[in-house]
């Protein structure tokens, strides 16, 4: 409760949040639940790609990210390109209006700091310089709260990538790759810690034991088309990605496997869709997951994981399903060592279908040790979260904290 004379710490949260991508609502949903088991009192808003998403899903008002609603379409003509500058200055000042009304803006996860993926320097890093500059300028403490991070070659996104590190008040990564890669772009971390990503804090279905004969195998696919640096070979990579996953899909179908096609954004639904086409079997469906919750009830019920999207992995991790990453970026290789699992990675730019299901064959055959492997693994990252929780309530509560220290010394 809130004292008569204590005024409610007010919280913004900022991000790509509500547009689709489940990876990022499962980082907010994980900073809500937090936010309201430790501090009810904290008031909540968003600033957000899908504001009316977020308002529905997670109850709290939400503020659209840009005033230009076609901001993230390709503008070719001459109207479109005005609109996104003009919008990019319409932006600046309500970035700034939005930061004034708040105490503290948390950025909850998601790899802001990096371009593993596709993506424009006027997009989301200059979204994400915003917020930190306007933090800084308005005294308001702008958090980066378990974030991913990644070198970066394109000079003008580096630059907005750095400066957004160096102007937040907090920042701490998901893994130690993360960390290095902002070090090695000119950003002191010496106060930075890494810990678990924040999905590792939401709740856990109980996993089935596989009994009998082999079971269910889930497979998650992406729309990819490789990283930043890969736009011209883009349209390569992703009939590469997409042969090689629909030839493995094919293969467990003709050992009698079913299979589960999952998905982590909306852009990934055709490439469910051409694998369905393509195989043309009862065996494999596709789930329509609409939270990281939804997808850990998928994984918790196969025998065994194949996925690339990084959220993917981690559903499946937590809920200690032997996984086999098709990984797009050293986050995901992170991710398996850290898991016990670093020999299951195989690279999604090269998917060699005959390769895959040797290594998916001796996924199975291990299955019982990854279980237990995995089990002391999500035990681990449950303690290392409830210490960033712990930081973050000495960081952006800090009256509450001295409060606490006086009754229990008391």
């Known amino acids: 409760m809130t004292s008569a004379d204590e005024t409610p710490v007010r919280v913004g949260v900022f991000g790509l949040l509500g547009s689709g991508n489940l990876g990022n609502d499962g980082s907010l949903e994980a900073v809500l639940g937090y936010l309201r088991a430790e501090h009810p009192e904290a008031v909540v808003d968003a ?29 070719s003509r001459a109207g479109a390109i005005a ?51 306007s933090g800084r300028l308005l005294r308001t403490r702008v958090v980066l709260v378990g974030v991913g991070a990644a070198p970066i070659a394109n000079r003008p996104t580096r630059a907005l990538v750095r400066w957004s590190a160096r102007l937040a008040a907090y920042r701490s990564y998901r893994d ?47 729309d990819f088309h490789g990283g930043n640096d890969d736009r011209a070979r883009a349209d390569e990579i992703h009939r590469r990605y997409l042969d090689g996953t ?23 639904a055709p490439v469910a ?22 997808l850990m009830k998928e994984t918790a019920a196969a025998d065994t994981v194949v996925a690339t999207r990084y959220h993917n992995l981690i559903c499946a991790l937590k809920v200690g399903t032997p996984t086999l990453a098709l990984s797009y970026a050293a986050k995901s290789d992170a991710l398996m060592d850290r898991m016990g699992l670093a020999s299951y990675c195989h690279p999604a730019r090269e998917v060699d279908a005959d390769r895959l299901l040797a290594q998916f064959r001796e996924l199975e055959k291990n299955s019982a040790e990854l279980r237990r492997t995995l089990t002391e693994r999500n035990e681990l990252a449950a303690r290392r979260l409830k ?24």
């Open 387 to 410: 210490d960033h929780f712990t930081a973050l309530t000495t960081t952006l509560f800090p009256t509450k904290t001295a409060t606490r220290t006086v009754k229990e010394s008391a």
């Open 47 to 75: 600033l957000c790609g899908g504001p009316e998403v977020v308002a529905t899903r997670y109850r709290i008002p939400a503020t659209r990210l840009h005033w230009y609603r076609g901001e993230y379409r390709t503008a």
């Open 246 to 268: 629909t030839r493995f899909v094919r293969a467990l179908v003709e050992d009698g496997r079913p299979v589960r096609l999952l998905t982590g954004d909306e852009c990934d």
């Open 176 to 222: 130690v790759q993360s960390r290095d890669a902002m070090r090695e772009m000119g950003v002191d971390t010496a106060r930075d810690e890494v810990y678990p990503d924040l999905a590792f804090a939401l709740p856990t279905p109980r996993a089935s034991t596989p009994s009998g004969p082999p079971g269910p195998v889930c497979v998650g696919v992406m």
């Open 83 to 133: 609109g996104k500058g003009l919008g990019k200055l319409v932006d600046a000042v309500r970035t700034a209006a939005w930061v004034r009304r708040h105490d503290v803006v948390i950025v909850p996860g998601m790899g802001v700091l990096e371009a593993t993926l596709p993506l424009r320097p006027w997009g989301f890093p200059y979204a994400l310089f915003l917020l930190c500059a």
């Open 273 to 294: 869709a051409a694998i369905l086409d393509a195989v043309d079997s009862p065996l494999v469906t596709a789930a329509e997951a609409c939270s990281l919750a939804d």
